[in-house]
């Protein structure tokens, strides 16, 4: 498929997603969401992507949310039909079996929030605003922010931040654990692909479990995400990595992992 919103590319193992579409600030129209979910699919089929970022095109917005001039004329029942679109596509990209960054380099409103709420971490450069302003348009968060804001800062701060649709600059969205580090914008990239790096040279069998592991364990009981953490620990045991990683700490050398 040939992308007109979206670019991929791919170096030395990491991917990053650009939405390309600055003159309307990355808006989320629904051709830009399918465009995302058929290349998420890509992503997850490749073998040679082992992170994913995601970033916007230009120097003002991440994503400015979902395409409002598309989304002002639905009834109750084409509004339902595109938020369960856009939930679909984000938890494909939540559940994506590589680790994901947002590089999150401007306004992250409404939907531009939520896909950053669906990536695995969060960087931002230091011009970016967050925020979930729908109730200011008569609706809710539709893509996730209902679920995934509380989840990661916590009902309290969550319920401030989507009753008043505030906006807010990185250095509270840094306070309140929405974005784990924040960065010059020019340097954005580049310390998402440091980061990304630093994630790629573990083994990779490892790291992408402990992100199931994490994930699944959030919506279970301590007691079951305990039982389903020992049996993901005692199946890395079968693998080659394993192996190769305890070798290399023991033989004091640098491990060689081949993703097996
Ligand atoms: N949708 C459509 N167009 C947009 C959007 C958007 N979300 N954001 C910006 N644009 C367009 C503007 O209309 C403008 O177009 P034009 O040049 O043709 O007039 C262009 O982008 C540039 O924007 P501005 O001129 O407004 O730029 P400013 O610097 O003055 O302002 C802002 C930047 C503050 C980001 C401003 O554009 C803004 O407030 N945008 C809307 C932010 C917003 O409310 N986002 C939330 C949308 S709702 C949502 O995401 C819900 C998700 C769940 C959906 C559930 C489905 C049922």
Redesign the pocket.
């Known amino acids: 498929m040939t992308y007109e919103f979206l670019s991929l590319d791919v170096q030395s193992g990491i991917g990053t997603i650009t939405i390309e579409r600055p003159?309307?600030?990355n808006?989320?129209s629904s051709d830009v969401l399918l465009e995302l979910g058929s290349l998420l699919r890509e992503v997850e089929k490749s073998n040679t992507i082992d992170v994913l970022m995601i970033t916007g095109s230009g120097e003002?917005?991440f994503v400015?949310?979902?395409?409002?001039?598309?989304?002002k004329d639905?009834n109750a029942i084409s509004?339902?039909k595109?938020?369960q679109e856009?939930n679909n596509v984000f938890a494909q990209l939540a559940n994506l079996t590589q680790p994901t960054i947002a590089c999150i380099n401007g306004?992250a409103?409404?939907?531009?929030c939520?896909l950053a709420l669906a990536c695995d971490i969060r960087l931002a450069s230091t011009n970016a605003?967050f925020?979930?302003?729908?109730v200011?348009?008569g609706?809710v968060?539709?893509?996730g922010?209902t679920q995934r804001l509380p989840r990661l800062v916590g009902a309290g701060i969550a319920k401030e931040l989507i009753f008043t649709g505030k906006?807010i600059g990185t250095d509270e969205a840094h306070r309140i654990g929405l974005v784990n580090h924040v960065y010059n914008q020019d340097e954005l990239l580049e310390e998402g692909m440091k980061l990304a790096k630093s994630i790629q040279k573990n083994a990779y069998l490892a790291v992408t479990s402990s992100k199931a592991v994490i994930d699944s364990g959030l919506d279970m009981s301590l007691e079951n995400g305990l039982k389903y953490e020992a049996e993901v620990f005692g199946a890395l045991f079968a693998t080659n990595d394993q192996k190769e990683g305890m070798d290399a700490f023991v033989n004091k050398r640098k491990p060689n992992f081949t993703k097996d």
């Open positions: 003159k309307m600030l808006a989320l003002k917005a400015a949310g979902a395409d409002i001039s598309e989304m639905k509004g339902k595109f938020s856009g306004f409103l409404g939907g531009g939520e605003k925020g979930q302003p729908e200011g348009l609706i968060p539709g893509f922010g906006v």
